[in-house]
């Protein structure tokens, strides 16, 4: 009776673990492996005038699927602007003015960085964190989100925003326009109206081509670094800039991604699910031979 | 009071409900829910100072980081009574586990305060949604688990209580269900009570048979989620201070929650002998008092080595606010262990009192540094919790309070005082000695 008991614990235990195993592998598709046949925008920081047509587009076309309201600066009575100062649960781009030294001003752009191999999606609990196989998207699903802001916490570059003054909050950040505009017109909203063409959107490895090639046409114009290409194991959304990147708010970052250490370190830990199924039957051997010890020393069982 | 006899190793406590510290943490818990009703009218910016840079604050570094690892004093006995098979400690189990089941619960409670979209946490019941690799779906499935394991290992008191009691909220019960059956008409109470009198009498050995399979779930399961609490913040090395960053976070936390989880049991057993004038239960004290200062020993040695095989040991003595409270940390870690080491401490109330706070503080600290003031999201972010953030920490951690004080005085909880006269009548030395001077 008490062997079949602990058999049965044990089935369970191994086949609930067997379950979690077989789901994805997520993050971890072996280090350094890039696609570059994933979607993504290269930012030239050098072409921006700062009109911030990329950030009205992304508003207007994007306001209803996610749950984005204009934010008033104090001095507007009428309503008339949108002054977002940051990032936030409304705003899901922002472009801002780096005022250098020497005159060397620089116009930047901040939106999700479509990571190849996104820590949102490794941490994400429930699912609501995806990366689309084909396109490389980091899509979210309020649907699923419960608000954990693990996401937040995990992200290197702080994008994920979260909608404190909301009843029903959910997570904020850049879908390429997955829902919107991508589907529609087949490219993201800001670039399909960057005047200047600051903002290019294809496909990871031309973009890629295509800002080394502009580094070594214009070698005064840049520096000679495209920031995005290694940083946490590779992103999809790409900058060149004429400023050294740290500078810009684009922080420097390791090779590897984030979600590789830790995953690699979850793995193996419960690699197969069998340590803590040992660890149990371990735990269960030991106790049963402690009351079988007591019961022979002629102590009575107690309860518990 | 016939009951307790035939349960002789716990005791229910005979003193009136209705205290004065009963009103105290009764008002408190009352503005605590105050302010979560406030949050779900108002949402989470209302109430709180939590911000994009800083999207956990102390409602998860305190309720939940650091509030589990103080409820593992039920862990930390139960390895020692049922693997270490020190049975000398039993008497202290029940007490320890009904703290760690209010612990766990309340911590859960206030994760569904701290997420944004409680609504939606049935995902983690749906295969579809899970996501093995996230520490946080580890850490969510072994707590719920958990919760339930602990309500299973609370069982033999009630059993207790259904077994030799007289029932007479059941017989009320059925008096209000039934209004034919009139006071004098007791033959259906009567076959009633007996039948639940038999019906537990004949679960009880059955239930204590198979309880060991659920202690050893329940040893198993803080393992994971302890060591996981750690894995959750291994995913932002380039937030998270390099004092506190390392692959070792798991086995860190692990070994954390042991030693917090005896000084915590210390901890309680001294507050309540002292608040219920009960005698102190030095004899077992002092053997949870003797495990304490190996474990922080390892712990130390794993968290000096790390430092030493990354080559950060300069970040220590900078002297800035992270090494500070890296040093604060390990003082009081390394000092609570120290006097620890030292064999006539654990007899001594006194001292027992003062090591237990120090472990509990340097441990607590500890997780505090790593989710909070070691987490340096980047330039422009500031944190520090709003008056009411505070008071919903609060409130809960007073709803546990309370909670404790209500059912100890119901159920058979705490051990019997007579029944280890014989190995637990030492006397607080010194507070006799000083009531002798005085």
């Known amino acids: ?304 | 009071m016939r009951e307790h006899e035939h349960s002789k190793e716990f005791v229910r406590v005979h003193s009136p409900i209705l205290t004065k510290p009963f009103y105290f943490f009764l008002a408190l818990s009352l503005v605590g829910v105050y302010f979560i009703i406030l949050r779900f009218v108002r949402g989470i910016g209302a109430v709180s100072n939590l911000s994009d840079g800083y999207p956990w604050g102390i409602w998860i570094a305190y309720d939940v980081a650091t509030g589990t690892a103080i409820a593992c004093g039920g862990y930390a006995v139960a390895i020692l009574v049922y693997i270490r098979n020190r049975w000398q400690y039993h008497p202290l189990i029940r007490s320890a586990i009904l703290t760690s089941l209010f612990g766990y619960c309340l911590a859960g409670f206030s994760v569904m305060v701290d997420i944004g979209r409680p609504w939606n946490a049935y995902g983690f019941f749906m295969p579809s949604r899970w996501q093995p690799n996230s520490a946080m779906f580890e850490v969510a499935l072994c707590i719920m688990g958990y919760c339930v394991v602990q309500i299973i290992e609370f069982f033999p008191s009630l059993l207790c209580v259904l077994e030799h009691s007289k029932l007479k909220w059941l017989q009320k019960a059925i008096y209000h269900f039934h209004p034919r059956h009139t006071p004098q008409d007791e033959a259906l109470v009567r076959t009633t009570v007996e039948w639940v009198h038999s019906a537990t009498a004949w679960f009880h050995p059955k239930f204590n048979t198979i309880l060991i399979f659920i202690v050893a779930l329940g040893l198993v399961l803080p393992t994971m989620h302890q060591s996981s609490l750690g894995s959750l913040m291994l995913i932002a090395p380039t937030k998270l201070h390099p004092l506190w960053h390392t692959g070792f976070l798991p086995l860190l936390f692990l070994i954390n929650c042991m030693y917090m989880g005896y000084a915590i049991v210390i901890l309680e057993s001294l507050v309540s002998s002292y608040l219920l004038k009960r005698e102190y239960e030095v004899e077992e004290l002092s053997g949870l008092a003797h495990i304490i200062p190996w474990l922080a020993a390892v712990w130390l040695a794993v968290r000096l080595g790390d430092l030493i095989q990354r080559d950060q040991v300069a970040l220590v003595f900078k002297g800035d606010k992270y090494s500070l409270f890296f040093l604060l940390e390990f003082l009081l870690l390394a000092g609570g262990s120290l006097l620890l080491f030292e064999s006539k401490r654990w007899r001594s109330p006194r001292w027992l009192f003062a090591t237990a706070v120090m472990m509990l503080l340097g441990g607590a600290l500890y997780r505090f540094n790593v989710y909070l003031i070691g987490f340096i999201p980047g330039t422009g972010w500031r944190y520090f919790p709003s008056f009411a953030e505070l008071m919903i920490s609060v409130g809960i951690v007073s709803i546990e309070i309370l909670g404790y004080q209500v059912l100890i005085k119901f159920l058979p909880v705490l051990p019997n005082p007579h029944m280890h006269r014989d190995i637990a009548h030492v006397k607080p030395p010194k507070a006799a000695e000083a009531v002798a001077r005085a």
């Open chain 1, 1 to 304: 009776m008490r062997t079949t008991s602990r058999r049965q614990f044990l089935k369970l235990l191994g086949a609930t673990g067997a379950g979690l195993l077989a789901g994805r592998p997520c993050a971890a598709r072996g280090a350094g492996t890039v696609n570059n046949d994933e979607l993504g925008m290269l930012y030239d920081a050098t072409r921006c005038v700062g009109c911030k047509a990329c950030m009205a587009a992304c508003k207007r076309v994007n306001r209803d699927s996610g749950g984005l309201a204009y934010e008033r600066a104090p001095f507007d009575q009428d309503k008339l602007w949108d002054a977002p100062a940051d990032l936030s649960g409304n705003t899901r781009t922002l472009i801002k003015l780096y005022k250098g030294p020497q005159n060397r001003w620089s116009y930047i752009k901040y939106s999700c960085m479509h990571c190849q191999e996104p820590s949102c999606v490794s941490v994400c609990p429930v699912s609501a964190m995806t990366k689309d196989k084909a396109t490389g998207i980091v899509d979210y699903d309020k649907n699923k989100c419960i608000g954990c802001r693990y996401c937040q916490i995990a992200c290197p570059f702080s994008i994920p925003r979260f909608q404190w003054e909301r009843k029903a909050p959910q997570i904020v950040k850049c879908d390429l326009c997955r829902n919107t505009n991508l589907r529609g017109k087949g490219l993201p909203a800001c670039a399909e109206v960057c005047p200047t063409g600051a903002i290019t959107f294809g496909r990871r490895g031309d973009l890629l081509r295509d800002a080394r090639g502009r580094i070594e046409a214009n070698g005064g114009r840049y520096v000679n670094y495209v920031y995005g290409e290694h940083e946490v194991g590779g992103t999809n959304h790409l900058y060149l800039a004429g400023v050294p990147f740290p500078r810009l708010g684009l922080p420097r970052l390791p090779a590897e991604a984030p979600a590789e250490f830790s995953e690699r370190i979850q793995h193996t830990i419960y690699k197969g699910f069998i340590a803590p199924v040992a660890l149990y039957g371990m735990l269960c051997i030991i106790a049963l031979r402690n009351r079988k010890k007591r019961e022979s020393k002629g102590i009575q069982e107690e309860e518990e």
